[in-house]
């Protein structure tokens, strides 16, 4: 069955400090990952994006990884701000299902 | 580009009554559109696949009479959510795939829906 675990379920940072989110997939075969920022009652936004073959992906203070072989990636948010208080969804997509499994999110909080 | 309007973004509705939430590509052609809910702490869970001019795929254990889809336009799915109950109440997001094989999906802002 596929899934994906994120860790850790909630974090609380300072403002300015840097974090990092994991995420473990079991998605097979596997096509790409990405990572999502949700804010409170509304919809996902993309951050990155990453195939099999790609190792990083920077989007500004945001940098994913990808270990294709552990299965197995991270976000690390730089210099956190207090817009950076979100919900951060981990997705594994199926190589050619188009079916994306959903992590069940890292809720981020940044306080001043 | 690539954005996905979604309508109404909160609604509430009496026990028994039918609630219409709409999902519009932009500025492109969107042939599948996906269909989630989501409850409090939990992640997105796909309900059904709308595809353009044909039936939507329903996951399992969705009812389809419930949850009425139309994807009658290349721009344009919808959600019905008829003859709706308490436990309805919910999250409701659409997304759409982009064309082209980029591998981009973008998703609508979220329909919070009340059930009274």
């Known amino acids: 069955k596929n899934q994906v675990e994120q860790s850790p379920q909630s974090l609380i940072i300072l403002e300015g400090k840097n974090c990092t989110l994991q995420c473990n997939y079991t998605v097979s075969p596997f096509s790409n990952l990405r990572w999502y920022k949700q804010d409170t009652g509304r919809g996902p936004v993309s951050l990155t994006i990453m195939t099999f073959s790609e190792n990083t992906k920077s989007n500004g203070r945001y940098t994913a990884t990808l270990d294709a072989d552990t299965k197995q990636s991270s976000l690390h948010i730089t210099a956190s701000q207090l817009s950076d208080s979100a919900s951060y969804i981990c997705?594994?997509?199926?190589?050619?299902?188009?079916?994306?499994?959903f992590g069940k999110g890292t809720k981020l909080s940044v306080i001043p | 580009g690539a954005v996905v309007s979604q309508h109404p973004s909160r609604v509430i509705c009496k026990s028994g009554t039918s609630v219409k939430i709409e999902c519009r590509s932009l500025?492109?052609?969107?042939?599948?559109m996906f269909w989630y809910r989501q409850f409090p702490k939990k992640s997105l869970m796909l309900m059904a696949t709308s595809n353009e001019g044909s039936k939507a795929t329903y996951e399992q254990g969705v009812e389809k009479d419930k949850f009425l889809i139309n994807h009658a336009s290349l721009t344009l799915s919808t959600l019905t959510v008829t003859s709706a109950h308490p436990e309805d109440s919910s999250f409701y997001i659409c997304?759409?795939?982009?064309?082209?094989?980029?591998?981009?999906?973008?998703f609508g802002s979220g329909t919070r829906l009340t059930v009274v």
């Open positions: 997705v594994a997509e199926g190589a050619g299902s188009y079916q994306l499994t």
């Open positions: 500025d492109f052609q969107a042939t599948t």
């Open positions: 997304s759409a795939r982009f064309p082209g094989g980029n591998y981009g999906y973008t």
